[in-house]
């Protein structure tokens, strides 16, 4: 069991370029969430899975941002058209059914 | 809707001291409750849950917490405190079926001091 993992640790683009997170849960686990952390809050809801199918969306934060998880294994994170209300740290977390989550280390996006 | 309130941004406690950390929620029906704590640079770590059954639970770290639906409160706690303990907490609510997304506080800063 090596953990949820989270590709890149860090990204620094530009305003308006479009950005991809790659997430890879625990190997059993079922369940994939996305959040975000603003600095000074806790994480926040974005996007769940249950293996392939997204169950949850609409508190995405808009339609520049999209989940995937093709075959219910790894996810990505797409934003389109950053924004400097984008930089945050993106954070995935996996589990088993309703059994406690588990969180990756954060992607920290920087938009300049 | 689920809310978490945590009232203390910041607490700096002296190394060896009791600590506690206050969470108060908002949930309509029993919650899923979780303590989770990040260190700079490091993901969030489960401290501990609250599901069902016995109100005080013990987890990682030598942390417990309990439960108190009168007060809608679920402290954390731990006896004596070590400078390693420094770092960011936060408290969280689940709903107990369906999916199962996560409502977080906005974190209390836990500083020691030696």
């Not at chain 1, 058209?81 to 920290?108: I, K, N, V």
């Not at chain 2, 108190?68 to 709903?95: I, M, T």
Request: with cysteine.
């Amino acid at each position: 069991d090596t953990g949820v993992s989270q590709d890149p640790r860090h990204k620094i683009t530009k305003r308006g370029q479009n950005v991809t997170f790659r997430c890879d849960p625990i190997s059993e686990h079922n369940r994939l969430y996305w959040y975000r952390q603003t600095l000074g809050q806790g994480p926040e809801f974005l996007t769940y899975f249950q293996n392939e199918a997204q169950l949850e969306k609409s508190r995405l934060l808009s339609d520049r941002f999209s989940a995937e998880r093709p075959k219910g294994s790894f996810s990505t994170l797409e934003i389109q058209r950053t924004e400097q209300g984008d930089s945050a740290m993106y954070l995935c977390a996996s589990s088993l059914g309703l059994d406690e989550q588990y969180f990756g280390p954060g992607t920290r996006l920087t938009v300049t | 809707a689920q809310s978490v309130t945590q009232p203390d941004i910041h607490i700096t406690v002296s190394e060896g001291a009791s600590l506690e950390l206050r969470c108060n929620y908002s949930y309509g029906a029993t919650p899923y409750l979780f303590w989770y704590v990040q260190s700079p640079g490091q993901g969030l770590q489960l401290l501990l849950k609250y599901f069902s059954g016995d109100t005080l639970v013990q987890g990682i770290k030598g942390f417990e917490a309990e439960f108190k639906r009168s007060q809608s409160s679920f402290n954390l706690r731990k006896p004596s405190v070590h400078w390693s303990d420094a770092a960011e907490y936060f408290c969280a609510v689940g709903a107990n079926s369906g999916y199962s997304t996560l409502t977080f506080g906005k974190g209390t800063m836990l500083l020691v001091s030696p």
